[in-house]
């Protein structure tokens, strides 16, 4: 198994074109190509975990923070990261990151957060636009059903929580063959009239290339009639954080206490507490501020993150319980995501999560 193929697998499940513009997910050092010895997953890409990884015979390192996230002008060794990156490639090495690709989507750190909380009803808490498309094709009446089971398949047709969704129209298309033409229908020279179906399917914009070498692989025609549509709809299947609700409410202590526990917490810090008892909850892995007042236009009554500022707390406008658990705190268990994201799939190499703890910020009590 090639490291190559590994990322392959990763970004099935989250493509970088998923990830924010100012991110820098990928391979970020090594050579996708060299043999796959073993994989270590953890949040951050210290020295600490480099070394872990040598010491362990692995050769790639998965990480959701890029440990390069600007440009890197000299590599001297000055600061953790050049460290890192030096320590590395000295020891063929490979760092992959997934990082922003990871938090948009619904399966992804955000889940796991929920997971936690026991969430249920849950959608995405600000959906993307701009990442749906829909395909019309036009093929013979004989093929229609073969070729819907492979968009199916392909991924195409997926709404909400109803899949195989699609709408078709009957109509007779026409086409004449040049010489050099081999049609399936009809003889070259001839005009001829086929009766046929418009089949229209949506689906993400990332699974264009899988979704159109679906339809090529069973449609019939030399030349395929189809028209490929960008569509400005939101798409409740990517995003930034998540909403759901408890399956029975709390009052504010009692689920304090409970987040606690759940993610492990020796601190917190919130806003005051809600005169009412709080079902509806909204969460972001990470720093996200930015989705406060998105969580009370929702009608949360609590938003979980991290790397809230003083000025920030107020935001929160006595409307809503804003806790602030830490950034590392709050995306921790995207280890145990992408653990078993690579144990599912490949069991012919080790992948470990890595016993290193790397949130650099520390609590005096």
């Not at 029975?248 to 526990?261: C, R, Y």
Request: glycine share 8%.
């Amino acid at each position: 198994m090639r490291i190559q193929e590994v990322i392959a697998h990763l970004e099935n499940i989250a493509p970088p074109s998923l990830q924010e513009s100012y991110d820098n997910a990928g391979l970020i050092t090594g050579d996708g190509d060299r043999l796959c010895t073993g994989v270590i997953v953890c949040l951050d890409s210290t020295t600490d975990v480099i070394d872990e990884a040598i010491r362990s015979g692995a050769n790639l390192v998965v990480a959701h923070h890029p440990i390069i996230f600007s440009g890197i002008k000299k590599l001297n060794g000055k600061n953790y990261v050049e460290k890192a990156v030096i320590l590395a490639i000295k020891n063929d090495i490979a760092i992959y990151a997934i990082h922003t690709n990871l938090d948009n989507i619904i399966g992804g750190v955000n889940k796991q957060m929920a997971d936690k909380l026991g969430l249920v009803n849950r959608k995405v808490l600000l959906p993307k636009k701009d990442q749906l498309e829909k395909l019309y094709v036009f093929v013979p009446s004989t093929h229609e059903e073969k070729l819907k089971d492979a968009l199916f398949e392909a991924g195409a047709g997926s709404i909400g929580n109803y899949s195989e969704c699609s709408f078709s129209t009957p109509g007779t298309g026409s086409f004449t063959g040049g010489k050099d033409t081999n049609p399936y229908l009809g003889t070259p020279g001839e005009r001829h009239m086929e009766e046929e179906r418009r089949i229209e399917v949506i689906f993400p914009a990332y699974l264009e290339g899988r979704v159109l070498k679906a339809m090529r692989a069973v449609h019939p025609y030399e030349e395929i009639a189809f028209d490929l549509v960008k569509l400005g709809n939101e798409f409740n299947g990517l995003g930034s954080g998540l909403i759901g609700e408890l399956e029975v409410p709390l009052d504010a202590t009692e689920f304090l206490t409970f987040i606690k526990s759940a993610f492990q917490l020796q601190v917190l810090k919130h806003t005051a507490f809600p005169k009412k008892p709080v079902k509806v909850i909204s969460l972001c892995g990470g720093a996200g501020s930015f989705l406060i007042n998105r969580a009370l236009a929702a009608n949360a009554d609590v938003y979980i993150t991290g790397d809230i500022k003083y000025h920030e707390f107020f935001d929160a406008n006595d409307r809503i319980l804003v806790c602030d658990i830490g950034h590392f705190e709050s995306e921790q268990f995207t280890i145990d995501l992408l653990y078993d994201i690579l144990r599912e799939k490949f069991t012919n190499f080790a992948v470990l999560k890595t016993k290193v703890k790397t949130n650099p910020v520390h609590y005096f009590f």
